[in-house]
């Protein structure tokens, strides 16, 4: 299936079977190379949570695995992102920008490819995000990003979602290359992409926004 640009659909990263996060996005377009979506200052989000509040990110994951989970529900607080989801690709290309909305780096964020869904009302892509990632600077160099997270969560194989560790990296390598060469998307496409004016940010999450995942 593909989505109609304008179209807000939704972002979602799924833990084994459970939603980690959801982030409201439009379309922007949809075609053979891929999705691109365009997440908004202030877009609705929603992000799993432990019962004292805290994002994965913020315990060790020893405990993370322990704990109980709830969805907390937000707005996206950074500057805008575009994100490229490439046909097929075990990975997200996106752009991030300042705080005055110019281009500041790439960043490859590697994950399972993702699976649609469209209910009618509401629609998204669903993706296993693999935790490393990396960023890829203006002048084309580029760095590892999360490489502690990402050994530290191996280390629990019965607990962690990647199971193919040579994959992930394999992945990142691949892209690394493309980045090198500047080769599309890293090729300046997009960089100061500006979005439709009509555009609005919804309130809040549609209904069905935490529908059971895709995947």
């Known amino acids: 299936m593909r989505f109609e640009p304008g179209r807000l659909v ?9 939603i980690g996060w ?4 439009r379309v922007v377009c949809d075609d053979e190379r ?36 709830a969805l907390a529900r937000g707005t996206w607080n950074g500057p805008p992102v575009l994100k490229f989801l490439p046909a ?36 998204g892509v669903d993706i296993v995000d693999q935790d490393l990632d990396v960023v890829v600077h203006p002048d084309l160099t580029w ?9 530290e969560r191996l280390a629990f194989p019965e607990h962690y979602w990647v199971t193919d560790a040579k994959a992930v ?6 892209v ?13 496409t997009w960089r100061d992409f500006t979005p439709p004016a009509e555009w609005d940010v919804p309130d809040g999450l549609p209904p069905g926004w935490d529908r059971p995942p895709a995947r």
């Open 10 to 18: 939704l972002h979602r990263n799924v833990r084994h079977g459970r």
């Open 34 to 69: 891929g999705l691109l979506l365009w997440v908004a200052r202030d877009a609705p989000v929603a992000h799993e949570v432990t019962a004292a509040g805290l994002g994965m990110r913020a315990v060790p994951f020893t405990e993370w695995i322990t704990s109980a989970y």
């Open 169 to 174: 990296r394999a992945e990142g390598e691949r």
């Open 176 to 188: 690394i290359r493309l980045a090198e060469a500047g080769a599309f998307p890293f090729d300046g």
């Open 22 to 25: 959801v982030r409201s996005a």
């Open 88 to 123: 097929g690709a075990a990975h997200s290309v996106w752009w991030f920008r300042d705080e005055r909305g110019r281009f500041q780096n790439w960043y490859v964020n590697l994950e399972e490819p993702g699976v649609r869904w469209d209910d009618g009302a509401v629609a």
């Open 143 to 151: 760095e590892w990003k999360d490489e502690d997270e990402f050994v």
